[in-house]
């Protein structure tokens, strides 16, 4: 099978160009746009994503990933992001480029991304994918992340700030698909913040924990790295959502309790 075609695109908000990467074609029919969203950090990009999204493009879906300013090939300063200009400049990228029905991927601090964004496009949005999602207290949401030692770092470094994350509360309503994959070591993300985001999603959502035993936190150079399991989560992902109209799964779809994915075992 020949690699989709991915085509480069700019877009500009609020004075920064934003760069980013599209694939699928432009029919006007009822297939999903997935929406690809890189962590934090000098690190962050749309780059060791591109794999990821090259699969979900092979499996019909239209897709699309973009470098947040200050990361990648993007303008701007990482120092003057936040979590509030995330969510808005993935808003107006979706917004010019996305149509029809929205599948949300996340990496670590996107997971929080994610939630906004599930809270804001509603019913629009029929699938999840959170991969190491981090979720942020309500506080923090505005204040410049700067340089690693000023009021953001002091508000996400206070004991339990998280538990009262608005994040938490879109994951709790959310009704669609959701696949939480989760590493078998994460130096970043504590465990117990992963048990709430998985319990949150088990409110409503068909949700299925995908586990990941060899892995690291940063899930998207390991599906870069290993192409069996970053295609066993593009189907999980996708699993339930029918190959024509693409809508939500039908409530308690396929049962009403959560499942988790495993490696299988090697065969002797």
């Not at 991915?6 to 599209?22: D, K, M, Q, R, T």
């Not at 998280?162 to 939480?180: F, H, K, M, N, T």
Request: charged share 25%; proline share 8%; aromatic share 8%.
């Amino acid at each position: 099978m020949s690699e989709p075609l991915l085509s480069p695109f700019a877009h500009e908000h609020n004075g920064e160009l934003l760069s980013g990467v599209y694939g699928g074609d432009d029919r006007p029919d009822e297939r999903p746009t997935v929406i690809l969203l890189h962590g934090a950090g000098v690190l962050g990009s749309k780059e060791r994503l591109l794999p990821v999204l090259g699969d979900f493009v092979a499996r019909g879906c239209r897709g699309l990933a973009f470098d947040f300013s200050g990361h990648g090939e993007s303008s701007g300063e990482l120092r003057e992001l936040s979590l509030r200009r995330r969510f808005e400049q993935a808003v107006s990228v979706i917004d010019a480029r996305a149509c029809g029905p929205l599948v949300l991927v996340g990496f670590s601090m996107s997971g929080q991304t994610v939630a906004d964004l599930a809270r804001h496009y509603g019913e629009r949005v029929v699938a999840l994918g959170l991969c190491a999602p981090a979720v942020y207290a309500s506080e923090a949401w505005d204040v410049p992340f700067g340089d690693g030692d000023g009021r953001f770092s002091e508000l996400i470094r206070t004991p339990d700030s998280w538990r009262a994350s608005p994040a938490l509360d879109a994951l709790r309503a959310y009704e669609g698909r959701a696949v939480l994959a989760v590493p078998g070591t994460d130096a970043v993300i504590p465990p117990v913040v992963t048990e709430a985001v998985q319990e949150a999603l088990a409110t409503r959502a068909q949700f299925t924990r995908f586990e990941l035993p060899e892995a690291e936190h940063m899930l998207g150079q390991w599906f870069r790295e290993h192409a069996d399991d970053r295609r066993r989560f593009v189907d999980a992902v996708l699993t339930g959502l029918g190959d024509g109209g693409w809508r939500r799964p039908a409530p308690g779809w396929p049962s009403s309790s959560p499942t988790t994915v495993r490696p299988s075992p090697p065969v002797s």
